[in-house]
């Protein structure tokens, strides 16, 4: 069986893809040059995936933009230049679907409200349901029963944050994803300012409101004794210093949206971006009466109309999808032709070592051929393993069957929980947890640790078709970080894969077996020509996995015994020279 990979080309560059954040390694970015620079790692590596810490931000490490100009605490333009100088491209996140309530724009909201001039381009939640709800207790609208139950949603409760204008009056914006209101202590200085308040009254005041304001409560609820005349001024007061945290929804159908994304490529293309990943691209695309996850037809139009600027800025662009597998939207957003991300990879390969079988994962290989899909895949990454994309679903109207099946996808997610792995859900509606979304761990955890697994995953990861994307802390066999997910609190669970690597760490790491092993693989992927040719898969029982790539006179092999957890590979260079290397054999 034979791939055919004329799309590939035409979509992706070759060549193996770095991945971390701009302090991953080090304290800031030109501590990970300073490691793509040593001798180790020559030509391991031609892309760089850096994640959007890159660019000032606030919260959601990284993911909460506030703009997409370098974040100078961590990122240098010399940083650039000698990335420039290795040869490594670099990949960079535009997150569609939202900015940082930091942002320029939306702070321009906040100090001149109805005349700012960005006022549309966040989303009014009220002004969106007109005429498609009923006004509630709280000030906004409600959804008709049948628009709600439709809604696809990443938190509990509606998607709101309710902002204060100027002038005091509370209008609710589309908020899918983080919000956060916090109100800073009132001073006794501060209180003087109130009509009426004596300065001996005055400490008196600030400590009843920053007590009640310190247990959550309201300023509007807040008991105020012998001071309730003043209420309205005190509220005032404290609510003129309200702040906020949040990713606010951007709203697509405004025309300076778009300038605004066709302006951020052209910076980003001006970084040395070659491919760029659209953050919740999914979401973006919003109508009543719809799931507002992956519209149809409006996602398709907003896709065409990105790919008409990225096609003028010289950039490829990888719609970042997370969806069950029988529901088949990883077809749809090929068959547009673009490239995906792997997400069902990951899954595949635990359950595949973990069981001893190929049979899964050479289904998927089978119709990645077939269809020509052109992907990025990983093992670990900056989020979770995903687990939700294994499973079967609706598409086309049809029920369809997953790669894994429920109870297989169950006993992955258990194994991964046992070895410290943690989870997070997503929520309808009615605030209900309705599935997993993913597991949180690093990928040699989620492999028990095992060393042995962790280097035959590498191995099946640089024989797959597509751009391999190695994880840094993958790369090093780095174990669950426990202590940092801990700190992190209710949304810690993503820092248990995200551990800084000092100094210390990097020179123990390129000492271990496993790190130099993995090392020698990316390497091979990354230069040998074979890799841009024509994959087979070569016939084998149901525990092997036989797999060879061949351009002209270089070739590479891949023969692996998923019970032995063993390995060799041989290959010949452009010139015909031979070569192999075998492990646990």
């Keep these: 069986m034979k791939s055919e990979t004329s799309t590939e080309k035409r979509l992706l560059p070759q060549g193996v893809m770095f991945n971390a954040y701009p302090d991953s390694i080090g304290r800031r970015l030109s501590d990970t040059v300073d490691l793509l620079e040593r001798p180790e790692l020559a030509d391991a590596f031609s892309l760089f995936y850096i994640l959007p810490t890159f660019f000032n931000s606030d919260l959601d490490r990284g993911f909460s933009v506030i703009d997409y100009d370098l974040n100078r605490e961590l990122v240098s333009n010399e940083d650039l230049e000698r990335l420039t100088r290795l040869g490594i491209m670099l990949k960079f996140d535009l997150v569609l679907n939202h900015l940082s309530v930091g942002s320029f724009q939306f702070q321009d909201i906040l100090r001149h409200g109805d005349a700012s001039a960005y006022k549309n381009f966040f989303i009014d939640w009220n002004e969106f349901w007109a005429g498609e709800g009923e006004p509630g207790a709280d000030g906004y609208l409600i959804p008709r029963r049948a628009h709600l139950e439709k809604l696809f949603m990443r938190k509990p409760g509606l998607p709101i944050l309710k902002v204060r204008f100027p002038d005091g009056s509370e209008r609710p914006y589309w908020n899918t994803f983080y919000q956060e209101i916090s109100y800073p202590e009132l001073t006794p200085e501060t209180v003087l300012g109130v009509a009426g308040i004596e300065?001996?009254?005055?400490?008196?005041?600030?400590?009843?409101?920053?007590?009640?304001?310190?247990?959550?409560m309201a300023p509007n609820e807040i008991e105020l004794g012998e001071f309730e005349r003043h209420r309205d001024e005190i509220v005032a007061l404290v609510e003129g210093s309200r702040r906020y945290l949040g990713q606010m929804d951007l709203n697509a159908?405004?025309?300076?949206?778009?300038?605004?994304?066709?302006?951020t490529?052209?910076?980003?293309?001006?970084?040395?971006?070659?491919?760029?990943?659209?953050?919740?691209?999914?979401?973006?695309?919003?109508q009543p009466g719809e799931a507002n996850f992956f519209n149809k037809p409006g996602t398709w139009e907003y896709l065409e109309r990105l790919k008409q600027m990225a096609v003028k800025h010289d950039l490829i662009l990888l719609p970042e999808i997370h969806s069950q597998y029988g529901q088949g939207l990883h077809r749809e957003v090929a068959d547009e032709g673009f490239p995906i991300y792997d997400?069902?990879?990951?899954?595949?390969?635990?359950?595949?070592?973990?069981?001893?079988?190929?049979?899964?994962?050479?289904?998927?290989l089978q119709e990645l051929q077939i269809r020509g899909i052109s992907t990025v895949n990983m093992l670990g990454c900056h989020d979770g393993i995903p687990v939700l994309d294994l499973k079967g679903g609706i598409g086309n109207g049809e029920a369809q069957g997953g790669l894994l099946s429920e109870?297989?996808?169950?006993?992955v997610v258990e194994r991964i929980i046992q070895r410290g792995g943690r989870v997070k859900d997503l929520y309808g509606p009615d605030g209900k947890k309705i599935a997993y979304y993913q597991v949180n761990a690093t990928f040699f955890s989620a492999l028990g640790e095992d060393e042995r697994k962790m280097r035959l995953a590498r191995a099946i990861q640089m024989f797959m078709p597509g751009i391999p994307q190695v994880w840094y802390l993958d790369l090093f066999a780095g174990p669950n970080d426990y202590a940092a997910a801990d700190r992190g609190g209710t949304g810690g669970h993503k820092e248990i894969n995200r551990t800084t690597l000092g100094p210390e760490d990097i020179e123990r790491g390129l000492q271990r077996a496993?790190?130099?092993d993995q090392l020698e693989l990316i390497r091979l992927r990354n230069t040998l020509p074979a890799f841009g040719g024509e994959l087979q898969v070569g016939p084998a029982d149901d525990h092997r996995l036989r797999l060879t790539w061949s351009l002209e006179r270089s070739r590479a092999s891949l023969d692996a015994d998923l019970r032995a957890l063993d390995f060799k590979i041989e290959y010949t260079d452009r010139q015909g020279v031979a070569g192999s290397f075998a492990y646990g054999r």
């Excluded at 949206?257 to 066709?262: C, E, H, I, M, R």
């Design 199 to 216: 300065p001996g009254q005055a400490a008196a005041v600030a400590a009843r409101v920053n007590r009640a304001l310190q247990t959550g």
């Design 253 to 263: 159908g405004s025309e300076q949206v778009w300038a605004f994304y066709d302006q």
């Design 265 to 286: 490529l052209a910076k980003l293309r001006g970084y040395g971006a070659r491919m760029i990943r659209l953050d919740a691209f999914a979401y973006l695309h919003k």
């Design 343 to 364: 997400f069902f990879f990951p899954g595949l390969v635990i359950d595949a070592l973990d069981r001893g079988t190929a049979s899964h994962l050479l289904r998927w």
């Design 407 to 411: 109870e297989e996808i169950d006993a």
């Design 514 to 516: 496993v790190v130099r």
